[in-house]
């Protein structure tokens, strides 16, 4: 079997994968980690050097050989994994998919936190940071609930979420 957790940057899913992974004795697999050790740069620098439709073009091939030839494993998805291609369709047909969902507040909170670390909003003003995520999230929100399982992360830890999760898919 394979877990796949989606979600938006913040939901918890790198945490969460973490726990399932010790909890179920699973591999783990953070798919942006992955892309990042086989192509020997960091995921700003394949956005920075080779522009973003090569790196989904990465995601994808790199999410396709994963979900073709691994198992037992807790794969752990980018924000915008779902949202490219017909990936969501590939994510369902060859793992059990949950969607690790979290508030605007929630989402805004924690990344204002991280903001150096995700290339997407570390230009973006603390104050404009709640709206950009409620933008993006309206834009991503159909993905992401195409997921099998959808789990609230606000105010939870990582290990509630992880129990939850478990019991949802009867392990």
């Known amino acids: 079997?394979?877990?796949?957790?989606?979600?938006?940057?913040?939901?918890?899913?790198?945490?969460?994968?973490?726990?399932?992974s010790e909890k179920l004795n699973f591999k783990l697999i953070d798919l942006d980690k992955e892309i990042s050790k086989r192509n020997k740069m960091t995921i700003p620098?394949?956005?920075d050097k080779k522009?973003?439709?090569y790196f989904r073009k990465l995601e994808r091939e790199t999410l396709e050989e994963i979900l073709a030839s691994e198992k037992n494993v807790?794969?752990?998805?980018?924000?915008?994994?779902?949202?490219y291609y017909?990936?969501?369709e590939i994510i369902?047909?060859?793992?059990?998919?949950?969607?690790?969902?979290a508030s605007v507040a929630t989402l805004a909170e924690r990344l204002s936190k991280q903001?150096?670390?995700r290339p997407l909003i570390a230009n973006i003003a603390d104050e404009n940071l709640a709206e950009f995520i409620a933008k993006h999230l309206f834009e991503?929100?159909?993905f992401y609930n195409k997921a099998q399982i959808s789990v609230i992360t606000d105010n939870r830890t990582p290990e509630d979420i992880a129990s939850e999760i478990t019991e949802k898919l009867y392990l």
């Open 1 to 20: 079997m394979i877990i796949s957790l989606v979600g938006y940057m913040g939901s918890g899913k790198s945490h969460v994968s973490k726990i399932l």
């Open 45 to 47: 620098e394949i956005f």
């Open 51 to 53: 522009g973003e439709i």
């Open 74 to 83: 807790i794969l752990s998805l980018g924000g915008g994994t779902p949202v």
């Open 86 to 88: 017909n990936n969501m």
């Open 92 to 101: 369902n047909h060859n793992s059990k998919s949950v969607f690790l969902r």
């Open 115 to 117: 903001k150096e670390k």
């Open 140 to 142: 991503r929100n159909d």
